[in-house]
């Protein structure tokens, strides 16, 4: 056989073996499913559609309900506090359900964020040194809050057994800021607030100006009722200073004479977007004493 003639028996030969090695390659596997899971969509009163994970335990529900931690942020945080709670049933603990709320998107953060948790841009003048967010005059964070423990909160009510006077909530970032809104402007919609990374430094005037209020009227007993707090930082983190959210626990600290209960962690080697993950075990132990 001359040298051509072998050439294309060769080629030959690969164009009927290509078709074959494709038709054995395997296809996608389905989508993989979180166990004990539920996810569906609401709306809220004014209209905004947010998707909702839940992570329930198995089993019957005990007789006072389950406690109920809220993750804002949820298509970012929901799956990472969802197993960790999953696991720690095999530890005889995770007895709570963790109600992701989100966006319905697939990507881990959405734009509509922004209007649910900032605070509101300051009449006046803020710092040099404090960022405002353009375009963020006219926020929705009190409705977001209102949708938190109203409607969505009744939702989960129909839905499982829960306990009435355990739910707490956790926010991240701008989350963090919107965690400690509803502590100065609800200080008893929750039992237990977790704040992490706190973007502290956006519109701090207003920040102050809630802090200074919600404080005076602790001491003065206008507040009969408090939820505690956690604050949790990376020290590596350079979105956000973790200076500050120290310098809060430590004016906030002398509260615990009127009630306020708080605690502070700042974890090693952590940057801003690695805190929540590490903050999910003590988030999950703070909330369910």
């Known amino acids: 056989m001359t040298s051509s003639l072998k050439i294309s028996a060769a080629l030959a030969a690969l164009a009927i073996a290509l078709p074959t ?19 569906f969509e609401t709306k809220s009163d004014s209209g905004e559609t947010y998707r909702i994970f839940v992570s329930f335990p198995k089993g019957e529900a005990p007789a006072g309900g389950y406690p109920v931690l809220y993750v804002i942020d949820g298509n970012a945080y929901f799956a990472s506090f969802a197993e960790t709670r999953r696991l720690l049933e095999y530890a005889e603990k ?9 966006y319905p998107t697939n990507e881990a953060y959405d734009a509509r964020r922004t209007a649910d948790f900032l605070y ?36 989960i009510g129909r839905r499982y057994k829960i306990a009435p006077d ?7 970032s701008f989350g963090g800021l919107f965690a400690l809104h509803t502590l100065y402007a609800r200080p008893g919609a929750f039992q237990s607030i977790v704040a992490a990374s706190p973007s502290l430094e956006w519109n701090v005037q207003d920040l102050l100006r809630e802090e ?8 003065d007993g206008k507040i009969v009722k ?37 605690r502070y962690r700042r974890y090693d080697d952590e940057i801003h977007m690695t805190v929540p993950a590490r903050a999910v075990t003590d988030t999950l132990r703070f909330v369910s004493r």
């Open 21 to 39: 090695a494709a038709a054995q390659t395997p296809p996608p596997g389905p989508a993989y499913a979180m166990p004990s899971t539920q996810m």
């Open 94 to 102: 995770g007895k709570l359900l963790v109600v992701g709320v989100g």
């Open 120 to 155: 509101p841009i300051p009449t006046e003048a803020p710092p040099a040194q404090a960022r405002s967010q353009p375009g963020a005059t006219n926020t929705g964070r009190d409705k977001f809050l209102d949708f938190l423990t109203g409607k969505l909160r009744t939702e």
């Open 166 to 172: 355990r739910q707490s909530l956790f926010g991240h």
């Open 212 to 219: 200074r209020a919600f404080a005076a009227k602790l001491a």
């Open 226 to 262: 408090t939820s505690r707090l956690m604050l949790v930082v990376g020290d590596q983190d350079t979105d956000d200073d973790p200076e500050p959210a120290r310098a809060l626990a430590a004016r906030l600290d002398p509260l615990s004479a009127y009630g306020l209960g708080t």
